[in-house]
Nanobody, 124 residues
Framework: QVQLVESGGGAVQAGASLRLSCALS????????MGWFRQGPGKEREFVAT????????YYADSVKGRFTISRDNAKNTVYLQMNSLKPEDTAVYYC?????????????????WGQGTQVTVSS
């Protein structure tokens, strides 16, 4: 059974940093494309960042480029999202997802497995 467990969310002020973690079980991050998505209040779920199974391809949404960094620890089978210079518009539930493919995916329905989400709230 594949499970993803996110952690690291919280409430911070604008300009602060947070690091989200996503622990994967039942699959390995080295055979899965991993992604982070978010869903703000009243908004649709949107792509944030993705890392390919090989780790050689990483892509970000324009809204977070230069502020967020996706990475992974193969030994811990965990993916991270380092979020710096947080803005109120980053407020959302952040979801980790895994895709049974070596191909990068930017769309939520391309992913097969999802975590429960972790809340990030950024106040001005």
């Amino acid at each position: 059974q594949v499970q993803l467990v996110e952690s690291g969310g919280g409430a911070v002020q604008a300009g602060a940093s947070l690091r989200l973690s996503c622990a994967l079980s039942g699959r390995t991050v080295t055979t899965s494309t991993m992604g982070w998505f978010r869903q703000g209040p009243g908004k649709e779920r949107e792509f944030v960042a993705t890392i390919s199974a090989s780790g050689g391809s990483i892509y970000y949404a324009d809204s977070v480029k230069g502020r967020f960094t996706i990475s992974r620890d193969n030994a811990k089978n965990t993916v991270y999202l380092q979020m710096n210079s947080l803005k109120p518009e980053d407020t959302a539930v952040y979801y980790c997802a895994a895709r049974r493919s070596y191909v990068i995916g930017y769309v939520a329905n391309e992913y097969n497995y999802w975590g429960q989400g972790t809340q990030v709230t950024v106040s001005s």
